[in-house]
């Protein structure tokens, strides 16, 4: 099957993205299951050549963030797509409701200091975005965030800091850091199929909360948020992936393909051995066949 544009995938610049006009389910990629897992496999043994190789040229890293609404499949893609990585070199942070200590910091400062290191993989399941997407639609959690008043009733709030976050994520590509947004776009039958599946498969149950019954309710509040921060914050040097997430495996296929492509359009290369290394090699070759 043939992988679609992945330049349609991405949120351009300044884009007036409608997501009710996204697809959130395209024609399988895959014949069958085997298929898949071919497809599969072969994407992760390519990732983790292409890891091997940012790791010891050491000059870029990559961050990759999800977001998406409950039941989108995050971390079942992070689980697949990355079975392949060396967990050395790797880094999976999630990011729930934020801690004394943090409300006490800017709204960056807990992502900041978790961003990959050069030569590495960091992975975000939920980010600094839900600052404007959860926290969004829930205004009141501002009031735990000690911002001071004056900045906090400005008109241009929000606006502002989209732009934060603009200029954080250049600042990080400038400083060799590649960054992948993926947003899992899930239909809200979907949803409901998989919160459904948590009901019937016991294994499942812990899975389901009313907190997550609630937020469901919230749906369209929740899907301008998302719309707006596609607008916002999408740039060419940090792109929005929008992944049609009702078939899960397609929804892996697609995120495997755009970081190996990602990864191969960076000039990585392993470090050049010196003609002292070489000739030190040599003699080390000597010395061990005695």
């Known amino acids: 099957m ?12 300044k884009s007036k993205i409608k997501l009710s006009n996204v697809p959130t389910k395209i024609e399988p990629l895959y014949e069958s299951k085997k298929k898949y897992r071919e497809q599969l496999d072969d994407y992760t043994e390519k990732l983790q050549e292409l890891q091997n190789v940012l790791y010891a040229h050491n ?16 971390d079942g893609a992070i689980k697949h797509v990355m079975s392949g990585v060396n967990p050395q070199g790797c880094q ?19 992502t900041h200091k978790r961003a990959p290191e050069r030569g590495r993989i960091g992975i975000f399941n939920r980010s600094y975005y839900e600052e404007v997407l959860i926290v969004r639609v829930h205004p009141n959690i501002l009031e735990n965030q000690n911002i001071p008043e004056e900045f906090l009733n400005e008109k241009k709030f929000w606006k502002h800091r989209y732009a934060d976050i603009v200029n954080h994520e250049k600042y990080l590509h400038r400083n060799g850091t590649r960054i992948l947004k993926f947003f899992l776009h899930l239909s809200k039958k979907e949803q409901r199929k998989r ?7 016991s294994h499942k149950n812990w899975k389901l909360s009313m907190g997550d019954i609630e937020e469901r309710k919230l749906w ?22 929008v992944i049609p997430a009702d078939d899960k495996r397609n929804a ?9 492509s990602t990864l ?21 070759r000597i010395m061990l066949s005695k």
């Open 195 to 201: 919160f459904l599946s948590r009901i019937d498969e």
């Open 2 to 13: 043939k992988m679609p544009d992945l330049e349609k995938l991405a949120v351009p610049e």
């Open 59 to 74: 000059r870029y890293a990559l961050l990759l963030i999800f977001q998406a609404m409950d039941a989108a499949g995050k």
């Open 92 to 110: 999976v942070f999630s990011f729930k409701q934020p801690s004394s200590e943090e409300l006490d910091h800017d709204f960056l400062w807990r």
């Open 220 to 241: 369209d509040k929740y899907q301008t948020a998302y719309q707006k921060c596609l607008r916002k914050t999408s740039t060419t040097e940090a792109p929005w992936y």
């Open 252 to 260: 892996r296929l697609l995120i495997s393909n755009v970081i190996v």
């Open 264 to 284: 191969k359009s960076l000039s990585l290369h392993y470090p050049e051995v010196s003609k002292k290394q070489l000739e030190d090699i040599e003699n080390i």
